[in-house]
């Protein structure tokens, strides 16, 4: 296992620094285009949760990313501070849309499921104020017919 | 993979007010497309149309915008269509499930 470490300050507008790099490793290990984008998208949720939710608004919040890479999968560490995300819930809580009226529709809570949707493995960790999104997607053999 | 910096065009039609949404749709932008959706949302006399063409990611945050938008504009009984969406988008709208309530609508409607 190899780890690619990546720290940025915990606010919207540095998000897309963790796709990018997202994107550079999981080219190198030729994932998918698909599986690219599904990672993009999960990361990107886990980020969201954490500027969300975590941090004390004191302004000096950082968000950890670490690549951990295998032969057959990569692992994506997000690990932020804050105690405003209670993440055990929401993950029995997440669901897609599913109501009969538009007004019943709800406007939040749907980056858990996605998360879960995407990736091929999601363990979340909270230790005090630490919360930290342990997320895996394996390479898909390629199959050599055709 | 180059970052494409989120842009909203707006196009107005005969019957339709038209947002041309283009670039990646996250957090980041979120002020910024609720301003511009402001200046339309509350408008009957037209339909509001979000063309997402040119968007090449989105997030549960700009789902979360449109389901939004969706509610606003279905208390006010005014049409509002979603169209020309890429393919890696659609998918994510079929994950989450919006897209059961989302209309492309017609060219007389819109």
Redesign the interface.
């Known amino acids: 296992m190899k780890a690619i470490r990546l720290q940025i300050p915990a606010h919207a507008d540095f998000i897309d620094m963790v796709r990018i790099c997202l994107y550079g490793i999981a080219s190198k290990m030729k994932f998918s285009y698909e599986d690219i984008e599904d990672m993009k998208v999960a990361v990107s949720e886990a980020c969201n949760n954490a500027v969300l939710h975590g941090g004390l608004d004191t302004g000096d919040e950082v968000i950890d990313v670490c690549y951990e890479t295998d032969d057959d999968s990569l692992k994506i560490r997000i690990k932020n501070n804050g105690s405003g995300f209670v993440y055990p819930n929401a993950l029995d809580m997440s669901a897609p849309l599913a109501v009969e009226q538009v007004s019943d529709l709800r406007v939040g809570g749907l980056g858990i499921y996605l998360i879960q949707a995407l990736m091929d493995e999601v363990a979340i960790y909270t230790t005090g104020n630490v919360t930290e999104v342990v997320m895996t997607k394996y390479l898909t053999a390629v199959t050599e017919e055709g | 993979?180059k970052?494409d910096p989120f842009q909203v065009m707006q196009e107005d039609s005969p019957n339709a007010y038209i947002l041309h949404l283009s670039g990646?749709l996250?957090?980041?932008i979120?002020p910024q497309l609720r301003s511009a959706l402001e200046q339309v949302m509350n408008r009957s006399d037209k339909a509001l149309v979000l063309n997402l063409r040119g968007l090449t990611?989105i997030?549960?945050?700009g789902?979360?915008i449109i389901?939004?938008v969706?509610?606003y504009r279905?208390?006010m009984k005014a049409p509002f269509f979603v169209r020309e969406i890429p393919p890696?988008i659609q998918r994510?709208f079929d994950?989450?499930?919006?897209s059961?309530?989302l209309k492309e609508g017609i060219e007389d409607e819109a």
């Open positions: 993979m970052s990646e996250d957090l980041s979120v990611y997030d549960s945050t789902i979360g389901v939004s969706l509610k279905d208390e890696a994510l994950l989450t499930g919006i059961r309530y």
